[in-house]
């Protein structure tokens, strides 16, 4: 991989949510209804990109049945199409990654490849 430009990405363009709505320690325990809300929430914000933290998130968005989507590998820093307007980029658990520095360097090397994904875009 090359180097990384230091661009800052529009902040109109990112947009952070939690993968369950409910408020549970084990999301495994989430009800249907509260996963729902997720996928109504992807249908009303219409991402570009969903950046996938950690292999919890990465079950969960599998098991949506969101319309069009492909399943998403658990490969760290690669971008992979969930549907067709639709990119998905799988990055290990922040909260996991901030305990040694290479779990941290693992993270931003994943994570700077969402930075070369808005570099990408059409100036539009």
Do not use: H
């Given at each position: 991989m090359g180097p990384?430009?230091?661009?800052p990405i529009d902040p109109l363009v990112v947009y952070g949510t939690l993968c369950v709505k409910c408020p549970l320690?084990?999301?495994?325990?989430?009800?249907?209804?509260?996963?729902?809300?997720?996928?109504?929430?992807l249908m009303i914000v219409e991402p570009r990109v969903i950046v996938v933290m950690g292999e919890p998130a990465l079950e969960t968005l599998n098991e949506?049945?969101?319309?069009?989507?492909?399943?998403?590998?658990p490969t760290v820093g690669e971008l992979q199409s969930f549907t067709p307007t639709v990119d998905a980029l799988y990055t290990p658990n922040v909260d996991d990654s901030l305990d040694s520095d290479s779990a941290k360097r693992e993270f931003w090397q994943a994570f700077r490849?969402?930075?070369?994904?808005?570099a990408d875009l059409p100036p539009y």
């Amino acid at each position: 991989m090359g180097p990384v430009t230091r661009e800052p990405i529009d902040p109109l363009v990112v947009y952070g949510t939690l993968c369950v709505k409910c408020p549970l320690e084990d999301p495994a325990l989430a009800s249907g209804e509260c996963v729902g809300r997720l996928v109504e929430e992807l249908m009303i914000v219409e991402p570009r990109v969903i950046v996938v933290m950690g292999e919890p998130a990465l079950e969960t968005l599998n098991e949506l049945g969101f319309p069009l989507s492909r399943p998403l590998s658990p490969t760290v820093g690669e971008l992979q199409s969930f549907t067709p307007t639709v990119d998905a980029l799988y990055t290990p658990n922040v909260d996991d990654s901030l305990d040694s520095d290479s779990a941290k360097r693992e993270f931003w090397q994943a994570f700077r490849v969402l930075g070369e994904w808005y570099a990408d875009l059409p100036p539009y």
